[in-house]
């Protein structure tokens, strides 16, 4: 410190004075740092911090539900396909680590444009389906997991809502509107899915498939997707 005399007192700090500061703090800093790391490694050491176990895929059963979408021709010389809405359930038992069998049924229900019938614009029609097959996983970690399936069943469709509940009755039949009559028909599904694991029992699933249907006198193609959780259980 150099201190002139005379009516005014000046404080210079000299370089070593200045420095300190600067010192002080960066030993602070390097123990809060320290202890930091020590806390940290500590938690972790007792499960609080670590990361979670996520899916270890050792479990015996999987069940899945989820809503659906599906687009779909109402009959087969209708000029616009419709899409329906609905949900599924799937269940699966693995049999073995990367393969199982699985059942499936999914309800599905909306509105078709119908050829030009006074009184009749868009008419409601829903299908019940049931399936089974195979279910083979695919790639998996500890986040993440791929699926593929092929399902194979029937699907119960019902076209003459509208019909039946017409005010007063109607002589129109579904023939006259384009639509298929109540039928049974066989129905697959060829697809996968990706879930994305929330915990070691609970994932959500994303599922697209590719649906064949034979209402009509040719099999055709049409689209799904539908999204959901899955609860795993039953460990091996």
Sequence with gaps: MITIFGPTSIFVPNQRTAK????????FAFSVALFLSGATSALAQN?????????????NFEVYGGLSFMNFQAGQ?????MNLGGGEGMGTWW??????????????????????????HRVLVTQNIGMAGVQARGPKGRYAA?????LAGVSHGVF???????????????????????RTK????????????????IAVRVQPDLILEHFGTELREFVSVSGGVVYRFGHK
């Design 20 to 27: 300190r500061p600067h010192h002080l703090l960066t030993a």
């Design 47 to 59: 499960g609080k911090l670590a990361p979670k176990p996520l899916a270890d895929y050792e479990n």
């Design 77 to 81: 010389n209708l000029p616009k396909r």
């Design 95 to 120: 049999l073995f680590d990367r393969l199982g069998i699985a059942a499936d049924y999914r309800i599905e229900a909306g509105t078709t444009p119908v050829l030009p019938v006074h009184g009749f």
């Design 146 to 150: 791929i699926d593929y399936h092929a």
């Design 160 to 182: 003459d809502e509208a019909i039946r509940d017409y005010p007063g009755g109607t002589s129109y039949t579904t023939a006259d509107l384009g639509l298929y009559s109540n």
């Design 186 to 201: 066989p129905f697959y599904a060829l697809g996968g899915s990706i879930d994305f694991n929330y915990s070691r029992n």
